[in-house]
Each structure stands twice: as structure tokens, then as C-alpha cells.
């Protein structure tokens, strides 16, 4: 199983932001040159966030801002946000053989332990706010500043 990278570029967008935001005009243009995406795909999510009331930005505008508190999302809410259209983490094969005792069974005794990790996970995504990971890159940050200088 594996997460398609928007969750990814998700966190990264929200990093970019909080980090360029006052300095410098933050546009798809220069998220996707931080992010090392295709621009297509960082607008994408942009509009992923945006419809999930994270970020907002408008036509005609050059800046795009962060209009939620980032100690109020969760990694859950950009699990959610960016996979909108697919909520479920596992994806059961559809034709098991009815003739097979085991592809006639699997799905009564596999979807319920499957139903449960799925709850799980999600709960362990709530648990994880997008301003830890801003605190962290800030420390990282800070930590290369003061190498610089030294």
C-alpha cells in the first residue's frame, strides 16, 4: 500500500506558505520550484486545500495565504482533504472466484480487520498536527542559520 504523494506535497505546501508568506508572494509558481513538482500537480492540491477551507487563494492574485490555524490541522484533515474522492485505505480486489472456498469467504473474514485498521490509522492521524511539523522545519532552519554564520 502506499499514499499517493499529494499527501505529501499537502505538508509541504502548508510549510512553504507559513515560511515565504510576508516575504516574498508564494504562487503555484513557487511552490511547485520548492516542491520539485509539476505545476499541474501542485495546483491540484492547492485546490485539494482550498475546498477544505486550509488555504485560500484568489484569480488574479499572487499570494496565496493560510486561512486555518495550523495547530488546528491534523495530518487527518489532509489525509481527507487531498483524497476526497477514494476513503478507503485499502482497496479489495472485486472478482474473487465464488467457486474458490477462500474467494468465496475472504471478504467475511478479511473487511472487518480491515474496517479496523483503517479506523485505527485514522485515529493516528489525528494525532499529528501540521504545526508540529512547521515547529520542527523551524528548528532545522534555525539550526542551518546559525551554521552559516559560524
Not at 499527501?7 to 509541504?12: E, W
Not at 485560500?56 to 482533504?81: C, W
Not at 468465496?104 to 480487520?113: C, F, P, S, T
Amino acid at each position: 500500500m502506499q499514499f499517493t504523494s499529494k499527501f505529501t506535497i499537502a505538508i509541504h505546501i502548508l510549510a512553504a506558505i507559513d515560511t515565504f508568506h510576508g516575504h516574498v508572494n508564494v504562487n503555484s509558481k513557487l511552490l511547485s520550484q520548492s516542491i520539485g513538482a509539476n505545476p499541474v500537480i501542485v495546483r491540484g492540491v492547492m485546490s485539494d486545500l482550498k475546498k477544505a477551507g486550509i488555504i485560500m487563494s484568489h484569480r488574479g492574485k499572487n499570494d496565496v495565504t493560510i486561512e486555518k490555524p495550523l495547530d488546528q490541522v491534523s495530518f487527518y484533515d489532509i489525509y481527507q482533504a487531498v483524497n476526497a474522492n477514494d476513503k478507503d485505505l485499502f482497496h479489495f480486489h472485486e472478482n474473487p472466484n465464488p467457486q474458490c472456498p477462500v474467494g468465496r469467504n475472504i471478504h467475511k473474514v478479511l473487511d472487518g480487520q480491515l474496517q479496523q485498521v483503517q479506523r485505527d490509522f485514522e485515529d493516528e492521524l489525528k494525532s499529528y498536527k501540521v504545526s508540529d511539523v512547521i515547529h520542527n522545519l523551524h528548528i532545522v532552519l534555525n539550526h542551518e542559520k546559525q551554521s552559516l554564520q559560524a
